[in-house]
């Protein structure tokens, strides 16, 4: 699934006929980054991409003063069928990527416990903080949103709060004191 790809289609199929500036002010107004990875210089290269597999089409030219002329495209029958599966994925489909935490954590038996402790407690450490500042973008944030978007900062925010819980429960269970002194 590519967020971008489903940004772009999406934002011809809303705003009609523009070009990559237009989409990359899009980016920003719509506050991309509080909830996806797009990056708003990504935005060009993904146009001629989905240009050449036919999502959208060059319909015009634009020139102020002496820039570089504005390829304007708009989104095809083909983009908008593309744009629709997009979005049933992006809702329907549960996402699950493995977090390469789980390996190291996996073969942790034969690990230093002190270290693996101290490992742990920066992670945690880490995960706090990453959290505390989600929580200040989503409080910043939401003057700027409404509506689903709130659920979104939301969601992103709990995970966060998951790991943090679950780090907690590692750390409590694995390094209780009589476990941890039998190991060392």
Not at 98 to 125: C, N, Q, T
Request: hydrophobic share 40%; with cysteine; glycine share 6%.
């Amino acid at each position: 699934m590519s967020s971008i790809r489903f940004f772009i289609l999406s934002c011809f199929e809303e705003i009609g006929p523009t070009h990559g500036h237009h989409l990359r002010k899009e980016a920003e107004r719509k506050r991309m980054p509080l909830w996806t990875d797009i990056t708003v210089g990504a935005v060009y290269g993904a146009i001629g991409r989905l240009a050449s597999e036919g999502l959208l089409r060059e319909i015009d030219r634009q020139s102020e003063g002496n820039r570089p002329a504005r390829q304007i495209f708009e989104i095809t029958q083909e983009g908008r069928a593309a744009l629709q599966d997009l979005r049933r994925q992006l809702l329907e489909e549960v996402w699950f990527r493995y977090d390469p935490f789980d390996l190291g954590i996996s073969v942790a038996e034969g690990y230093d416990p002190k270290w693996l402790h101290d490992m742990l407690i920066k992670r945690r450490e880490a995960t706090a903080n990453l959290l505390e500042q989600r929580r200040k973008i989503t409080s910043d944030a939401m003057q700027c949103v409404s509506g689903m978007q709130v659920w979104a900062l939301k969601h992103s925010e709990r995970r966060l709060a998951a790991d943090l819980e679950f780090l907690d429960e590692l750390i409590t269970s694995a390094f209780e004191k009589p476990a941890f002194e039998a190991n060392g």
